[in-house]
T-cell receptor
Framework: ETGVTQSPTHLIKTRGQQVTLRCSSQ?????VSWYQQALGQGPQFIFQ???????GRGNFPPRFSGLQFPNYSSELNVNALELDDSALYLC??????????????FGQGTRLTVV | GENVEQHPSTLSVQEGDSAVIKCTYS??????FPWYKQELGKGPQLIID?????GEKKDQRIAVTLNKTAKHFSLHITETQPEDSAVYFC?????????FGTGTLLAVQP
């Protein structure tokens, strides 16, 4: 087990609603990244948090936002849900902010379905 | 490197055979090459990685080779087993922003 835990595991929301997904990073890891994985595709980088600050963002609209807490856990918030937001949302933690060559430890993901 | 192309997109082998997946990168400055395995219903997991100062690295049935001149690196799985069936990725980018392609779906037929 990687030690990264995500909740909930599955979620069904209605178009237009808002959702919050949660991630607890592996012990000792201060960096958390979020990815969206559509069916049959590779994960796509949403953003990363390092020591409670956003530290890089992918090509996602502002309705995707996040937080990191002092204990390094993190939340991903998505407003005004669209059908295309249906995907597996993955959280990954790593031990050193800014380090380019370390393993990223992924959680099992949250399967979000928007209807 | 930032842009990485992976082949093949699907691979079916018989149990016990070897499997090889190849990735080609474009950035000459790249010096870290990880391989991730994603089983159904799980998040990706690092299975092996290599740095540019090494040409080959092995871990039991898994090996990665790096050809810096040709800018490609390959994952080799020997004596494949049904539990090797998964999607394999060779993401570009860096740990703080991994760039995944669509991966290689490996099916090991018993």
């Amino acid at each position: 087990e990687t030690g990264v835990t995500q909740s909930p595991t599955h979620l069904i929301k209605t178009r237009g609603q808002q959702v919050t997904l949660r991630c607890s990073s592996q012990s000792g890891h201060n960096t958390v990244s979020w990815y969206q994985q559509a069916l049959g595709q590779g994960p796509q980088f949403i953003f990363q948090y390092y020591r409670e600050e956003e530290n890089g963002r992918g090509n996602f609209p502002p309705r995707f936002s996040g937080l990191q807490f002092p204990n390094y856990s993190s939340e991903l918030n998505v407003n005004a849900l669209e059908l295309d937001d249906s995907a597996l949302y993955l959280c990954a933690s790593s031990p050193f902010g800014g380090a380019l060559e370390t393993e990223a430890f992924f959680g099992q993901g949250t399967r979000l379905t928007v209807v | 490197g930032e842009n990485v192309e992976q082949h093949p997109s699907t691979l079916s082998v018989q149990e016990g055979d070897s499997a090889v997946i190849k990735c080609t990168y474009s950035d000459s400055a790249s010096n870290y090459f990880p391989w991730y395995k994603q089983e159904l219903g799980k998040g990706p997991q690092l299975i092996i990685d290599i740095r540019s100062n090494v040409g080959e690295k092995k871990d039991q049935r898994i090996a990665v080779t790096l050809n810096k001149t040709a800018k490609h690196f390959s994952l080799h799985i020997t004596e494949t087993q049904p539990e090797d069936s998964a999607v394999y990725f060779c993401p570009g980018g860096a740990t703080n922003k991994l760039i995944f392609g669509t991966g290689t779906l490996l099916a090991v037929q018993p």
